[in-house]
């Protein structure tokens, strides 16, 4: 009697359910699809055949700080593609005037990568106690030698000569005289060195004819030749400097360092940023005119100038080994001038950021 009760319940049951769906107008299937035939046709075929994506990494936030000139010509491309919303890393950039502006807020986190004078690096290594890395060299030799009605076709040329120049008691001043040195002549005494606080400084005295040789830097070496055109290019210091040594140093002005807790907390982004870095580098190279145009429009150089100076400014992109080796002997010449143009002692491995 049970069974026939259970049978009965059941055909009413289905009977129910037959009813219901006559009724809305659906078709019930009575079969179950296998989970892997249902998920395959509810799929787009490309799905099929692709493996699911990885998501992007996420873009971390980072405060950058250059010095206008030179030395932050070679972010152009990173601050056009910032501004867009294309780079890698959501970027602040600040650019000032003088590095002692840079100093403290690296020291204080309140930014994490800049780019500064080389020997900077080293300053600030000493001072904080390895507190920044050196991510990468990112210009070489800007220093030009420029003469007014004076003939100098080698540094031995020099003798007897009064130089006006900007920069004593920092890199212009040591590579001068390591320079002069290395070809025998005495600073202090075969030579006679006048030191001006401004580039600007020295242009009007070039132009009036009281200064007739003056050791420059770019861009003010192609601002001085625009206004006199008797004024002439005689000397590249980077090619002197080159010149005198043997050990593979080079006469480096810039760089880019990064702090080392910034570091260590964020070695992935980072790493992003020096990508595209070294793409940055390429297209200003590569394409002088369009990056003199972002020169000036962030206000690093003029534009006009920036056009013309580029091709001067040595603008690299050197890290690892080769930074190291370059690195390296251009701060043990300056130590050697005065130790505390490096902040007192060479830095040892610590500063040089191996990725």
């Known amino acids: 009697m049970k069974k026939m009760t259970k049978a009965l319940s059941l055909f009413l049951a289905v009977l129910l359910t037959l009813a219901l769906a006559g009724c ?48 932050a010509l070679g972010m152009l491309q990173i601050m056009e593609n910032n501004e867009a919303g294309t780079a890698n890393n959501n970027y602040n950039f600040t650019l000032v005037g003088a590095p002692d502006e840079i100093t403290s807020k690296l020291i204080s986190g309140e930014v994490d990568i800049a780019a500064v004078p080389t020997n900077l690096a080293s300053v600030l ?35 007897g000569k009064t130089i006006y120049a ?43 004819g009281e200064a007739t ?34 050990d593979g140093s080079q006469l480096t002005m810039g760089c880019v360092v990064v702090r080392s807790e910034f570091l260590e907390e964020h070695k992935e982004a980072v790493d992003r940023f020096l990508e595209e870095y070294a793409a940055s580098v390429e297209f ?3 394409d002088v005119a369009q990056a003199a145009a972002l020169s000036g429009k962030f206000d690093v150089i003029a534009e006009a100038v ?16 080769q930074m190291k080796k370059a690195a390296e002997g251009f701060l043990t010449v300056l130590y050697n001038a005065n130790p505390q143009s490096v902040g007192g002692k060479l830095p040892d491995e610590g500063l040089y950021y191996a990725e």
């Open 166 to 208: 900007t920069g004593e008691g920092s890199t212009p001043q040591y590579a001068l005289e390591y320079i002069l040195t290395q070809n025998g002549l005495d600073p202090a005494t075969d030579v006679n060195i006048v030191y001006k606080s401004e580039h600007s400084e020295i242009l009007p005295l070039m132009i009036s």
């Open 284 to 286: 200003v190279n590569g």
């Open 306 to 321: 920036a056009a013309k100076a580029i091709p001067e400014c040595n603008i690299v992109f050197w890290k690892g080994d």
């Open 213 to 246: 040789v003056a050791l420059l830097p770019q861009p003010f070496v192609t601002q001085a030749l625009a206004k006199d055109a008797a004024i002439k290019v005689s000397l590249d210091m980077t090619e002197e400097w080159d010149k005198c040594v043997t």
């Open 125 to 159: 290594y000493n001072k904080t106690e390895g507190g920044v890395k050196l991510l990468a060299l990112n210009t070489l030799g800007v220093l030009y030698l420029v003469t007014k009605n004076e003939e100098v076709a080698s540094i031995a040329d020099l003798k």
């Open 24 to 71: 809305s107008g659906t078709t019930v299937s009575t079969s179950v699809p296998d989970s892997s035939e249902s998920q395959a046709e509810s799929l787009p075929e490309s799905s099929l055949l692709e493996e699911p994506s990885q998501p992007e990494a996420e873009k971390a936030d980072i405060n950058i700080i250059g010095l206008k000139g030179p030395t």
